[in-house]
């Protein structure tokens, strides 16, 4: 049992590097701690499940959501895809992600925002029905739905700004 519980957390280090690594410097190299109700693991299967309240930091982001789950491949134990599900919330610095779900690919180096998903930066507000984010390529694409078009409310930074600091919307 300890020995999975290692693996999982060995796992979620590299996932937090990987994907967090693009916009902080040496990022990968600071510790990650997550918290939650519970932790199941599936070496077989090379799954490691977080669930409940879960709580995900390293350096200066914090990803919050109801469960997480890290699917590994078995080359090197490298990790393939995480999913979390539920009141996700990426919060970095000035800038906050919301979603009912959130994927990020490895090998593509993508993140997908679905389930009336929303990116905030200070005041500056993004949405759409599908907010995906190129991480090698700092690329990012909305897209709409039949029912619902891409907005963005973009304030300028003057002089006279209310929001000095940048900070982001709850």
Not at 16 to 44: C, H, M, V, W, Y
Not at 102 to 129: C, F, M, R, S, W
Not at 130 to 154: D, W
């Amino acid at each position: 049992m300890m020995k999975r519980l290692l693996s999982a957390i060995v796992l979620c280090a590299a996932f937090a590097g990987t994907l967090l690594a693009g916009d902080g410097i040496g990022r990968g190299d600071q510790p990650i701690q997550i918290k939650s109700n519970e932790l199941f693991t599936d070496s077989a299967a090379g799954i490691a499940t977080f669930v409940g309240k879960v709580v995900a930091r390293q350096g200066d982001i914090t990803i919050y959501s109801d469960r997480l789950v890290i699917f590994y491949a078995e080359k090197g134990k490298e990790v393939d895809k995480v999913e979390a599900f539920g009141n996700v919330r990426i919060v970095q610095e000035n800038r906050l992600g919301l979603a009912s779900h959130a994927l990020y690919e490895n090998k593509a180096g993508k993140i997908t925002l679905d389930g009336n998903p929303k990116v905030y930066q200070g005041d500056d507000v993004v949405t759409g029905k599908v907010i995906t984010y190129l991480v090698n390529e700092q690329k990012s694409v909305v897209t709409g739905g039949p029912n619902e078009r891409v907005e963005a409310v973009i304030h300028p930074k003057g002089k006279d700004s209310k929001d000095k600091n940048g900070g982001a919307k709850p």
